[in-house]
């Protein structure tokens, strides 16, 4: 890896000719990806998949890094692995159909219960279509997932009997529990329509597309804009938004941190501790608004 980033060093400052600011930001990151690696999956800089890639955006979000912040990130991360395949260490870019929402905010806002009733009522659950959509939903709002571990969900990754989902994220992994809604919503779209939709019936992968391939970021991004319009709702709702609004839910109604930190996957309780900041403030704005002498 060090050698890698050495020579991307040498590449920035000696053939693009960048500036010694722009040559230490691009290297800030790309170390600071390099140690994610090391200490979260332990996999090669020359070996990252775009799931990697996914998952430490996905773990900036989680630490409450703005969108500024994880956008520039990824921009550094694509600039060198163009450089790894120009220079012919690669032959692809792992760094494809990853894209960041530069509008998200820092502290996004949270879905209420009434809000998630709407939002997971939305799917028309006629065709196959439509019961993958009431699965994804209610499986992102049962375990607090986050969207690119939910795509990387096989079928062998869930139990119905048990109630569990199984999330692999590098070599580390966590099973969830899920509510009786989001069992049920699972067994009859594994049961009755997943078939249908599937080219390929090696096809490990949980949700697929139309064209019955792994289902990918965008499209799970885009079938959540589509609900969220359907219900009427107001707030910008991201994947993150129901990772958030699962975590803050749990909180309101009892949860340790301790708890809520295995359930999502934190490796630090930092990051954890972030929801109780977002139940404050929402403990303060229902005060502004309701107190009589406020």
Known sequence: ??????????????????????????LRDIRQFSGWLRTHDDVAILDVTSAHISGYLDDMQDQGRSSATVSRNL????????????????????????????????????????????????????????????AMLEVMYATGIRVSELIELDVDDVNLESGVVKCNTGKKSRV?????????????????????????????????????????RQGFWKILKHYRATAHIEKDITPHTLRHSFAVHLLENGADLGSLKELMGHSDISSTQLYTHMLDQKLKSVYAKCHPKS
Do not use: W
Not at 111 to 127: F, H, K, M, N, S
Not at 180 to 207: C, H, M, N, T
């Open 1 to 26: 890896m060090l050698d890698l980033i050495s020579a991307y060093e040498n590449h920035l400052s000696k053939v693009k000719l960048a500036s010694s600011n722009t040559v230490c930001s691009y």
């Open 75 to 134: 921009a550094s991360i694509k600039n060198f692995y163009a450089y790894l395949v120009t220079s012919g260490f690669l032959e692809r870019s792992p760094v494809t159909g990853i894209h960041v929402d530069r509008g998200e905010k820092k502290m996004p806002q949270i879905l209420t219960g009434r809000e998630i009733e709407l939002l997971l009522a939305q799917p028309v659950c006629v065709d196959p279509k439509g019961h993958r959509d009431k």
């Open 176 to 216: 969830i529990p899920i509510y009786p809604g989001a069992v049920q919503a699972l067994a009859v779209y594994l049961r009755e329509f997943r078939d249908a939709l599937i080219s390929d019936p090696s096809e490990k992968a949980l949700f697929v597309n139309i064209s019955g391939a792994r289902m990918s």
